[in-house]
């Protein structure tokens, strides 16, 4: 292979991340009811947790299962095992009951893409907590979901959670004219 070869193919290789191209780029496209079934079941485990359902919530996730979320507070939390997961929505759970509010969500937008035994699912949604006087929180979120289909069906292996919140406007800087 000549010099110019070479660095076509190296050229070409360092390209792909550049333009987007990503593991879901090159599946073939699946039957519309596996991206039906796996938009259920985000959606549902999802409803569970604002239900304050753990044995719903939970039978959603995968016997391994890993996630980046935030705390009450805010903090970041990386979860590293199923019973981290458990930990963290019961603690969600016991908070949300001692302050006798209710959580609710509204989905604004589910993307699903599937490759045989694998899914992936990005989802914009707020999440609001009603409280007993009426006042409302609400959080704007994005959750990246990975899941896996097994003989019980499609599980999360993963997911990440980040505030949708959008940046605060800002005025352009004053021209020499100004």
Sequence with gaps: MDHMARRRIWGAAMALPIIGLS????????????HTQVRTQVEATMNAFAAM????????????VTAYEFDMD????????????KGFATGVFDAMRNMDAKLSITFDRVDVQVDGDLAACA???DIDARMPDGAVMSQPTRNTVVLH???????????QSSAAVAAPATEP???PDA
Aim: charged share 25%; proline share 8%; glycine share 10%.
């Design 53 to 64: 359902d753990l044995d719903a919530f939970m039978h959603g996730m995968a016997a391994e």
């Design 74 to 85: 805010g903090t970041p939390l990386r979860l590293g095992s199923r019973d981290e997961v």
């Design 123 to 125: 989802v914009e949604f």
């Design 173 to 175: 800087p004053a021209g």
């Design 23 to 34: 593991f879901f780029s090159s599946c073939t496209s699946p039957a519309p009811d596996q």
């Design 149 to 159: 289909r097994d003989a019980d069906g499609w599980k999360w292996t993963h997911w």
